[in-house]
């Protein structure tokens, strides 16, 4: 299961409910998520007085899910093609700018 991403509001909300009073148990209910969830925000607006996300490590990715669903319609189409003509369609008609590896890991 993939984690969704809490938009800014949804959070900023969730600490005004905290400083309300409610109980993690009972904010947690009324916006349908984790009890650890309402409890680390509010822990992270305690500390830094932010609730917006950290930096995250590591490489941006270059490609979207909508750029990668292209990428293995055009294998499924024709499945000769190699990484190579892969990376190269992505290059000139998505300008993306991935290697060859870059587009084997796509289309695992």
């Known amino acids: 299961m993939t984690a969704k991403e809490l938009?800014?509001?949804i959070k900023q909300a969730?600490?005004?409910a905290k400083e309300r009073g409610q109980s993690c148990r009972e904010v947690a209910a009324l916006f349908n998520v984790?009890?650890?969830v309402v409890s680390n925000i509010y822990k992270r607006h305690r500390e830094s007085n932010t609730v917006a996300n950290r930096r995250r490590s590591?490489?941006?990715r270059k490609s979207t899910k909508r750029?990668?669903?292209v990428l293995a319609?055009?294998?499924k189409k024709d499945p000769k093609k190699t990484a190579t003509d892969v990376a190269k369609y992505?290059?000139?008609h998505l300008k993306l700018g991935i290697t060859t590896r870059t587009a084997r890991n796509i289309l695992k």
């Open 14 to 16: 969730i600490v005004r």
């Open 7 to 9: 938009s800014l509001e």
């Open 67 to 69: 750029d990668d669903k």
């Open 90 to 92: 992505a290059n000139e």
């Open 73 to 75: 319609r055009i294998v």
């Open 58 to 60: 590591g490489r941006p």
């Open 34 to 36: 984790g009890k650890s």
